[in-house]
């Protein structure tokens, strides 16, 4: 114990005594103006800015399906097409009753007709307008044509399908009791989604929910794309969901700017939704800065190359950078405090008091480095 404590105080005493060591040195850094940007980041997955499943709101056989998956349409373009010889039939049905209605309120009035009737009438013919109108929107409705412009995902109507809700209703009384019945057909659908127009959909935490509004502006990485692309925050959700570790969350939309040609549905993405941004703030090297006794923030400034000590309001702190309301203009040079090694100069041959460069302990035969053994 007595030669480990020995060398130990003998190393101590190098640690403290030897020529390599580390010094106080200063340099100076400028005041200087910047823009700030305070940014909120979001993982999320790119998703189609529009999408639609395209059904039939009539019931009928299917003639003709006119496009595939894959296939680019516009908006407006026919994708499928119904037997429409019985809904043609019922618009002519429907055109017969209100030609018989105004018929009936003209002869009617000619009659000299109670108010009563000619009120009746008139509401035959609001009935019978009423069913024209239905019935020419179903003739329409027989062609499925795309609300949307984009690529066909999904086809899932065939030629020969009975698509659309069909329901025929009977009443009847048995016991005081009316009943009802109702038959429905199959329904199917095709799917669109937009071409090169994208959002990604992502979430933001609980304490960052507040400082995310709509319209702001994000930079968006997206995996697999080298080039930056940006969006806009198009919503943020009002109600909290919980994430894989069981935190609040929000979901919040950013829609991609303009039309993406790499860009692909269902690739992750990082965005940078940017909540603030100040410009032209007044910043200083944050090692710059001091606190005296009474508990001031100071710099030391460069003045004519003279030091003086200048008090200073400082603001925020950005990184290794502090903002600076009050004290110092622009250009101002302060003084920045750092640290440095310093080597030993002059002849050191003929003593034990180096440390060894090989990784072994120093020599102690002889004492203490640069003293006595004691």
Known sequence: MVIVLVAAGGIGYWLMTRGDDTASTTSTATVSS?????????????EALHSRSESFEVSGTVTKVTVKAGDKVKKGDTLAVVDDESLVAALKAAKAELTAARTQLSDDTDDGASSVQLASDRASIVTAKASVADARTSVKDSVLKAEIAGTVTTVGIAKGDTVGDSSSSGTGTTSGTTTSTTSDSSSGTIDIVSTGLFKVSGTVSASDADSVKKGLQAEITVSGVDDTIYGTVSSIGLVA??????AAVFPVVVTVTGKQQDV??????????????????LTVDTSALSTDDDGNTYVTLLVDGKEQQQTVTVGETYGSTTEITKGLSEGDEVVVSGFSARTASGDTSGKQGGMPTDGSMPDM?????????G
């Open 365 to 373: 035969s002889g004492g203490f480095p640069g003293g006595s053994q």
């Open 264 to 281: 692909y549905a269902g690739t992750s993405a990082t965005m940078e939704i940017t909540v603030s941004q100040r410009t032209d703030v």
């Open 34 to 46: 910047q823009t700030i940007t305070e940014t909120v980041s979001s993982d999320g997955t790119v």
């Open 241 to 246: 969901e919980t994430d894989d570790s069981g």
